[in-house]
């Protein structure tokens, strides 16, 4: 293989873990609805990603959002879309469910439960962190 | 009277509690945008909120509620307006204090 082609084995070498820890609720700021953008876009490049959603983060992944009445776009829906992206390992933060009155059957989307020590050895694997 | 606003959630930062801790009896509170995670069951804030109603009035503004999928889970005791219900509210009192 020559130099100037692309390596297929040179890339899948630079697969690194990627993290993105979700912590904000949908809606009230910008945060959550960007960094499932770049979650997707970030998809294109075949990364190990793990998406994490703790604190009031959780919230973005409730069932029966409906925002009609307020004129925003209901970007839940998308989260069910990860899955064609590769995307598939989704975790949960089990304090902020229990501490909010959240159960696995109130998330629109299959998610492993952590707790905080489970959640942390995760954090301590990844190569790189992004926290919105 | 005052009508008090909060529009963040009680996991962020601590608008609920101190509003509350600021309350005349009679007095009025609108939880809007994020605030509405304030009006929950089973939840962590349950409790302070459910006791605040024995002397206050706390409403939802109930798109905001939908819009974050939480509707089934309103505190029993807290009233659901919509935007005009909001301006009503907005009139009806002397002033409005928006704990942002």
Redesign the interface.
Known sequence: MSEEMYDEDEYEGTIKKLMYVNR??????IYALESLEVVLIGAAFDQDVSLVFM??GV?QL?????????E?K?F?PTYRALEMYDVEKLFVSKESMN???LSADDLIVPVEMLDANQMADLMEEQDVILTF | MILHTINKSPYENISLESCLAHCKPGSSVLLIEDGVYAGLKNAKFSDAVTNAMKDINIYVLEPDLNARGVQEMLLDGIKTVDYAGFVDLSVEHDKVQAWL
């Open positions: 904000k609720a949908p809606y009230g700021t604190d009031d919230y409730k069932k029966g959002q409906d925002t009609k009445a307020t925003m209901n839940s501490e909010r009155g």
